[in-house]
């Protein structure tokens, strides 16, 4: 991805020119390709919400180089100083509920803030930036892992559906379910993707479509709906997605429409795999049923997208203003329903509560 298309930039305080969150607008992909630069809290706050910077990791990273965006008085006492940083967190804390990833990259920064001692207050803010920093590198790194472990469970296979977007875009680069895509189309197995379009934002057709044609991977949009009858027609080899919170039995929440392709994909015998970083197990949540679902804006669903394909440009009017609709971003797939889920540390087979716990406890005490 070319510089100009890196999800998120930082760019540093210099003289005059204060420090700033530099993000690709996924709002107006594919139409334009621009960058927003958020040089205050409620800049970037509203990038989150209108997803101008969207997916659970890149949630996260954002996020974390937001907190050193406070607005801090250098002469303010250590307490004030903290307590400035506190508020950004709580701030950021509230801009979308359910990509645990957010809350994640929020709490490291805050144990910085909590560290910190009256005599080291001073290099809080460079420690900030180095920690905002580090996550945006785990990231990449842990994006390449998630590419390597999921290409095992692709090698038998020729066309794959994702919905929504998980790719380099929703991380800090190369992505999650689109990472074993990838890995594979630079060893040379080259698959062909269905992309669901992923109503009523159009992640799929917008993002993933824009992305993978890119990188030179051939793709196919389809609308939501289609997903069940490619599977009758046996043209779906596996359905790949990622997630925004996955709880410690396995359920997973994601885009909204994950559900119903796990269930047609266990009709029709179709693997369907979740490719997610470890700091997308939310293991204090017994089950999926505990995750918070973000309830979005009615017209998202009131309006088509306009012309310039910007996801907050109004187009036709969709629903007649008599009618209700609902708008729940996420939906929850329980774990009996996934084939595997793939993190940067392996591969979780027909995940239950005992194997996410087998697999987190092999991170902690790594093999001898
Ligand atoms: C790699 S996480 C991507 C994940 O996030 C998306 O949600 P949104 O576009 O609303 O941020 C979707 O659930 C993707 O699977």
Known sequence: ??????????????????????????????????RLVCESLPELHDAIVRLVVRGAPAIG??????????????SASPENVRRCYYDAIEYLATSRPTAVNLFWALDRMRGLVEASTDETIGDLPRRLIDEATAIHNEDRSMCRAMGKHGATLLGDCQTVLTHCNAGGLATAEYGTALSPIYYLHEKGHTLNVFADETRPLMQGSRLTAWELSQAGVPVTVCTDSMAGSLMQRGLID?????????????????????????????????????????????????????????????????????????????????????????NPAFDVTPAELVTAIVTEQGVIKQPTREKVQQHFAAIQTPAS
């Open 1 to 34: 991805m070319t510089a100009d298309a890196e999800t998120i930039r930082y760019r540093a305080a210099t003289g005059d020119t204060p420090a700033a969150v530099d993000l690709l607008d996924q709002t107006r992909i594919p139409a334009e390709l621009e």
């Open 61 to 74: 990273i954002a996020a974390a180089y937001g907190v050193t965006l406070a607005p801090v008085d250098s």
């Open 238 to 326: 596996a359905v790949i997605v990622g997630s925004d919170r996955i709880a410690e039995n396995g359920d997973v929440a994601n885009k909204i429409g994950t559900y119903p392709l796990a269930v047609l994909a266990r009709y029709h015998d179709v693997p369907f795999y979740v490719v997610a970083p470890t700091n997308t197990f939310d293991l204090e949540l017994e089950s999926g049923d505990l995750i918070p679902i973000e309830q979005r804006s009615e017209d998202e669903m009131r309006y088509t997208l306009g012309a310039d394909s910007n996801v907050h440009t109004k187009g036709r009017m969709a629903v007649p203003r008599e009618a209700s609709v609902i």
